[in-house]
């Protein structure tokens, strides 16, 4: 008979990846044995298959899907609901800005998105309702879905959450203010006597992270969206290697000029 845990994205469930959790506990346990689990332990971890049959038999309420940092992170937005039962301005456009796999958390008071990108940190909660994680932790899932059922790539939803929530930690994961843009250097043409400017050349892992930066920077000084679009492309081409297909380029664009402030 199907269940609620059919709800799950078919990736999640592929991975080696599970564990369960009772009500009333936050403890991760070992589905396949009656002890606790670990996090950081990948032989504490079961397949969907025997998470599922524990919470199918009974054993336990729930089960979890653990972040071991290889591409996955974890939103957790608790009280995401105002007093008329609606979702929240804020957790409303973290789920749209994400698009993403979003579920009900077990409360029904908050939402779970699981989706793909990167973090410059392990996790955090930043004691006010939001936490954020690619590593070491795990949620418990309940496959009560919202809006968006698979998996899909969110950098920039992942930025407009750190941004708005989380802009008092670095990128670099210690204290203080997150360096936010993409800075450019100037420097004088010697032939024409003409200022030029110019960006560091970005590889592989920051690529996404420095067009949001460099994006939110033009949204946030008035440039029209068109702008902002040709800006991106322009140094996408330029400054990426290598360069992130077009279709990506257009989702950082519409997410942050959506989004910021």
Known sequence: MPTLMDNIPHELRELQRWVCANADSKRPMRCFEGKAASVSKPNTWGDYDEAADAVRQGIYEYAGFVFDGDGYVG?????AFDGDGMPTDEALAAVMACASYTELSKSGKGFHIICKGELPFKGRNNRNGWEIYREGRYFVLTGRTVMFSEIAEAQ?????VLDEHFSDVERSGGEGRRNKIWKPSWAVDEATGRMSVSYEEVSQGSR????????????????HKSAVYSSALAANDQYMRPPIPEAEVRQVVDSVTRYRR
């Open 75 to 79: 939103i957790d937005i608790d009280c």
């Open 156 to 160: 920039a939803g992942i930025e407009l």
């Open 208 to 223: 996404h992270l420095a067009l949001v930066s460099l994006c939110g920077h033009l949204h946030s000084c008035g440039a």
